[in-house]
């Protein structure tokens, strides 16, 4: 049951232009959003999040937009640089509404789209 | 800057045998977790812990598995009997307040 859907196993962009990276969520409980940057032999980086209280949220060349409606974020990356090049992934959690002050508040992962920015 | 430290980055170890992937969190974090990725599938949550305690394991964490916190630096997880299925990347993750996971570069567990 994959509650966080990354359709697009992988996305080629030119240096300069605009990479668009798309997630869709099934669950309706979940309240806050992160996007994960991960190069090879490393681990997963966090990269920008987004609360459901907002629709978009802008960090430098990134920027996070939510349709709670349509339960779809997007990742914005303008302009890609060849380093951007990395397996991004979405991630959901519900943390919110279903654990206890101190708790810990446990993402569930998308299944990653692999960037590659191409000089 | 402070990261998250894993040893050993790539462990082999024969079906059946116990193996224990090792993990030194960032130092003033107090959220701890373990999560692994199947080669080609996605990041998946194993157990967080919490105040010298688990606070959350999903379903993939059964008897199998345990995770300790023996001293104040390291953090372990321990795989009982392991499969051939057990084989993926293991991260462990630290955070010093919630939604905050700051990941380490992972143990490749590979068993045959």
């Known amino acids: 049951d994959q509650q966080v859907k990354q359709n697009s196993p992988s996305l080629s962009v030119q240096e300069g232009r605009i990479s668009i990276l798309n997630c869709d969520y099934t669950?309706?409980?979940?309240?806050?959003f992160l996007w994960y940057k991960k190069y090879p032999a490393e681990g997963p980086t966090f990269l920008i999040s987004?609360?459901?209280?907002?629709d978009k949220n802008e960090d430098g060349r990134f920027t996070v937009f939510l349709n709670k409606s349509a339960k779809h974020l997007s990742l914005h990356i303008v302009p890609s640089q060849p380093g951007d090049s990395a397996v991004y992934f979405c991630?959901?959690?519900?943390?919110?509404?279903?654990?206890?002050?101190?708790?810990?508040?446990?993402?569930?992962f998308g299944r990653g789209t692999s960037l590659i920015v191409h000089p | 800057e402070p990261e998250v430290t894993q040893t050993p980055s790539h462990q082999v170890t024969q079906m059946g045998q116990e193996v224990i992937l090792r993990c030194v969190p960032i130092?003033?974090?107090?959220?701890f977790y373990w999560y692994r990725q199947i080669l080609g599938q996605k990041v998946e949550f194993l157990v967080s812990?919490?105040?010298?305690?688990?606070?959350?394991k999903s379903e993939i964490f059964d008897d199998q598995f345990s995770v300790e916190r023996p001293d104040g630096s390291n953090f372990t997880l321990k795989i009982r009997s392991t499969k051939l299925e057990d084989s993926a990347m293991y991260f462990c993750?630290?955070?010093?307040?919630?939604?905050?996971?700051?990941f380490g570069p992972g143990t490749r567990l590979t068993v045959t």
């Open positions: 993750a630290s955070g010093q307040v919630r939604y905050e996971q700051y």
């Open positions: 669950n309706s409980m979940f309240d806050y």
């Open positions: 987004i609360s459901s209280i907002k």
């Open positions: 991630a959901a959690t519900d943390g919110g509404l279903t654990h206890a002050s101190g708790g810990s508040y446990i993402p569930t």
């Open positions: 130092s003033n974090h107090l959220y």
């Open positions: 812990f919490y105040n010298n305690e688990i606070s959350e």
